[in-house]
């Protein structure tokens, strides 16, 4: 069945380094690729997507590129801030479905 | 605009008591969905609907049953509570299926719910 891999977390960077996050993926079809952010105490939130392969999503800083080749959809920041410190998770779903499958989260903490 | 509400935001429960959570959610989505957050596991899918008067069972039903009235609310029933079901409860939603890929999923603030 489709699945999801991210890195192990806890991340921890000082502010203003480089981050990358490690997401590879597994699926039957041609899913869409996201990344959802959680702060402390409250629910996920869409942090960027990519529809089809080459697509890059980016926000906030973020960018991540749908790799069919490696299966993968790495998530980037050139230089990161305290306020960024949260639970990262990638997820997909299979176009025409309902249902998505999440990774199991990558904490990141970043030092002042 | 409120999105996505639950209730409560937290509950102690003693075991082999019946629970509801409650989401509404006022984005006249029709798909809504509610997933269990564990350390180490991530989210996993409890049930779901693609529409209202129907629902569908995720990858962890057993234990749970869920209803869907009408297109803005989305509750889930513990039976009988179970410590196991000791966990953080999300409920989302997300807009019809485009043609070609999914829509993106909204979230709620959670329930944190502790099962003695």
């Known amino acids: 069945g489709d699945s999801v891999t991210q890195m192990e977390g806890p991340v921890t960077l000082s502010e203003e380094a480089f981050l990358t996050i490690n997401c590879t993926y597994t699926?039957?079809?041609?899913?869409?690729l996201f990344w959802y952010v959680q702060y402390p105490g409250e629910g996920l939130q869409l942090l960027l997507k990519a529809t089809k392969a080459d697509d890059k999503g980016s926000n906030k800083g973020f960018e991540a590129t749908y790799r069919k080749e490696t299966t993968s959809f790495h998530l980037e920041k050139g230089s990161v801030q305290v306020s960024d410190s949260a639970v990262y998770f990638c997820?997909?779903?299979?176009?025409?479905?309902?249902?998505?499958?999440f990774g199991t989260g990558t904490r990141l903490k970043v030092l002042a | 605009i409120a999105g996505i509400t639950q209730a409560p935001t937290s509950q102690i429960l003693a075991a082999g008591r019946r629970m509801t959570l409650r989401c509404t959610q006022d984005?006249?989505?029709?798909?809504m969905y509610w997933y269990r957050q564990d350390l180490g596991l991530g989210l996993r899918l409890i049930h779901y609907?693609?529409?209202?008067?129907?629902?569908g069972k995720g990858e962890v039903p057993d234990g749970y049953s869920v209803s869907r009235a009408n297109t803005d609310d989305f509750p889930l029933t513990l039976a009988s509570a179970v410590p196991s079901q000791t966990s953080v409860y999300f409920c989302?939603?997300?807009?019809?299926?485009?043609?070609?890929?999914?829509?993106?999923?909204?979230f709620g603030p959670g329930t944190r719910l502790t099962v003695l």
């Open positions: 989302a939603s997300s807009d019809t299926v485009s043609r070609g890929y999914t829509d993106t999923q909204y």
């Open positions: 997820a997909l779903s299979e176009s025409g479905t309902y249902k998505y499958i």
């Open positions: 609907s693609n529409t209202a008067g129907t629902t």
């Open positions: 699926a039957t079809g041609y899913p869409s």
């Open positions: 984005m006249r989505h029709n798909a």
